[in-house]
Structure formats: C-alpha cells, structure tokens
C-alpha cells in the first residue's frame, strides 16, 4: 500500500473519531452550563478550551458558551473542530478514493456536506447527536463493508489512538471540576457506557467505579485500556511476519507501556492522581503517533501538513 493513501486511511479513522468525542465532552459542558446558573461560566469554558488545547481569548474577556461551540463546534477551518474533522475526514477519504468503499465515501461525503447547514439550524444537544449518529454509521461501514486487511487496520490504529487520548481528556476535565463537573454518571451516559456499567457492577454506583470503569474495563470499546489495546493489535497486525517474534516498533512499545502502567497498577493509585494519569496516556498517543508517522508515512503529504498533531 502507498504510504499516502495509508496515511489517510489512518487520519479517516482519527477525524472521525475526534468529531464523535469532541461531541460527546461538548454535550456533556453544555448541558452542564445551562442546567447550573451557578456554574462560573467564563472559568469552565476556559478550562474546556485548555484541556481541548485550543487557544482562548485573552483573559479580559468573557468566554461563554458561544465561544466554545464557534471554536470546537463549527469552525471548519480548524482541524480540531467536529465540522473541521469531519471535513478533514472527507477530504482524507477523497485522496484515498480508489481503496475506500463507496458506502463509505458517500457516508463521509454527506456528513461533510450537512455538517454546516445543521450544526446553525438544530439545538447544540440535536447537533451533537447527529454528529455521533453519522460517527456511528461511519463506524458500522468501517467494520462491515471493508476487509479486514491493512486497510482497515490503518483506519482502527488511528480510531484507536484518537479514542484513548479524547477519552483521556474527559476523564480530565471531571477530575480537574470535581464537584463543579457534570458528574461521573453524566460522563458514563455520555460515552454510552452507563448500561454496560450497571451490568458490569451490578447496579451499585460510586465515583471511583465509574472512574475506574472508563479507564480500565478491558470488555467496553471506549475505555482507555480497550482503545490502547485495540491500537496495539493493529499495529502488530501490520508488521512483517518475520518482526512478530520481539517487540521492535517505537509505536508498538510506546502504547504497551502505557497501558501495562495502567492495567497492572492499583486502581487506587491511577485514581489517586488521576490527571496525571491522563497526562501519560495522552503523551504515550502522541509519542506513538509521531513513530507511526516516521515509519508508515515518511513523506510528508498535504493530508497532515495543516493539522499538526495538538496532542
């Protein structure tokens, strides 16, 4: 496969993964601002802007709610934006056009082209939703109606990658709130997971487990440790046969370590600190991504010229 198009079938998977999780952490402040009219509004925005890394206005001015969806919501200028990646993700899936599926192409096409007139026509809450529904349908493609060769694995490796840092950073943006957050059951409903968590505690609720449910479960598809292990699998799938027997890819490494830090310490001690925690796993995406890059994609391309990596 040409390093191009595998470079944009790993950014397809990325994109589109960003939109999705960037909707989900939007609901979830959103709601939270509009149902408190105690919630220091300025503050939070400016907390959610840093933790996005996305630069905020100077500090004399005030940042509401506005702000944050013109800048993470409906800036298509801006890669880390949801219209911003899902016009990246289209853009992507048109350079690899002779490998993508035409459902898929299609799929990506028409989100790119909706995008715009229904994030300024629908509710901020209506929007998100249809950003995660079209994210949906993109996944149930990528799964159902593409091989299982390099070509889905490149996109899984970046859905993976994007996945565990974005999840990393809700978990942040709660632990950093605290009780000014919107709550660890909140957070649960938001990444779908609040179901899969009843039955997996059986219906006993608390903070810790929850916390510790988002980020170590090794069984629901949007946890931390599920996404750097999904990731890793992808990426051992495409090495050479005769690279199998020894752990010699940085990318490889750089994820294992993370996650082994992760599923083999005491839940009370990621919890403890959990920021830091977080802070590590979305260094070890980065780092990963950067090796990935050097070994799958050495030429650089217009594809990520633009973007850069905001991690």
Do not use: K
């Amino acid at each position: 496969m040409l390093s191009r198009i595998a470079e944009a079938l790993f950014w397809i998977g990325r994109y589109v993964e960003r939109a999705d999780d960037t909707a989900r952490i939007l609901d979830v402040h959103v709601q939270l601002l509009s149902e408190d009219p105690w919630a220091e509004e300025s503050l939070a925005c400016r907390s959610l802007l840093a933790i996005m890394d996305h630069p905020a206005p100077p500090e004399e001015g005030t940042v509401g709610r506005e702000t944050v969806l013109r800048l993470l919501a409906h800036d298509p200028a801006n890669p880390s934006s949801i219209a911003g990646a899902l016009v990246a993700a289209r853009e992507n899936a048109r350079r690899a056009r002779e490998i993508v599926s035409t459902e898929l192409w299609e799929t990506l096409n028409t989100t790119r082209n909706q995008v715009g007139p229904v994030g300024h026509r629908e509710t901020p809450h209506e929007f998100f939703s249809w950003v995660r529904q079209r994210a949906a349908v993109v996944a149930g493609l990528m799964e159902s109606a593409t091989p299982h060769d390099a070509t889905w694995h490149f996109m899984v490796l970046g859905q993976s990658i994007e996945r565990a840092d974005m999840t990393a950073r809700l978990l942040t943006t709660q632990a950093r709130l605290g009780a000014a957050g919107p709550g660890w059951t909140t957070l649960l409903r938001s990444c779908g997971a609040h179901e899969a968590y009843l039955r997996a505690h059986r219906g006993r609720t608390s903070d810790a487990d929850a916390a510790g449910f988002l980020v170590l479960d090794r069984l629901f598809p949007r946890t931390i440790v599920y996404a750097l292990g999904s990731a890793g699998r992808a990426l051992r799938a495409l090495e050479p046969v005769e690279e199998r027997r020894e752990v010699s890819d940085e990318a490889v490494r750089e994820l294992g370590i993370v996650r082994s830090r992760l599923e083999f310490a005491r839940r009370s001690e990621t919890l403890e600190d959990l920021p830091a925690a977080m802070e590590h796993v979305q260094e070890a995406c980065s780092r990963a991504s950067e090796a990935i890059r050097d070994r799958y994609f050495p030429s650089p391309t217009n594809a990520t010229a633009w973007v850069g990596e905001a991690l």
